[in-house]
């Protein structure tokens, strides 16, 4: 089983329940507004981290992460973007089978056309919106199964 735990919106801000979340993970994806490049050191301690800029993330550390990243992790390919309202101008790969993003700190889980993941963790970083503050995990097994988790870390 390869695990990759998924985080987005941090704003500066790594709690120790979101870094327990990650913890046993293989990979991490962060899905931009991380706030501080502290954010993605402390990540890198726990797994290898990929992570795309956000629209907060405009101080000069962030200048060297992507807009977009595709990766393929536990032999099976992602696509990352911060805001899927960009998609339009960074289209999705048609062989990826995951889709990261974040922005609108709404966690949300769906699938599209032909078993396509499409996953928001929601926000990690400080509350917004009355949202709850979440991250994901998702499972890959041996057969290139996909099963995601959504994971609330305060409601």
Known sequence: MFVIGVISDTHGVLRNEALDAMAGSDAIIHAGDVGRSEIIDRLAAIAPVTAVRGNVD???????????????????????????GDIARYPV????????????????????????????????????????VSVARIRLDAEGRIEPELVTLLS
Do not use: C, M, Y
């Open 58 to 84: 405009v101080h000069p550390w962030a200048q060297s992460l992507p807009v977009t990243q595709f990766v393929v992790l536990g032999g099976v390919p992602a696509f990352v973007i911060h805001d899927k």
């Open 93 to 132: 790969p048609p062989e990826a089978r995951i889709v990261v993003f974040g922005h609108s700190h709404k966690a949300t889980l769906e699938w599209r056309g032909e078993g396509v993941l499409w996953l928001n963790p929601g926000s990690a970083g400080p509350r917004r919106f009355r949202l709850p």
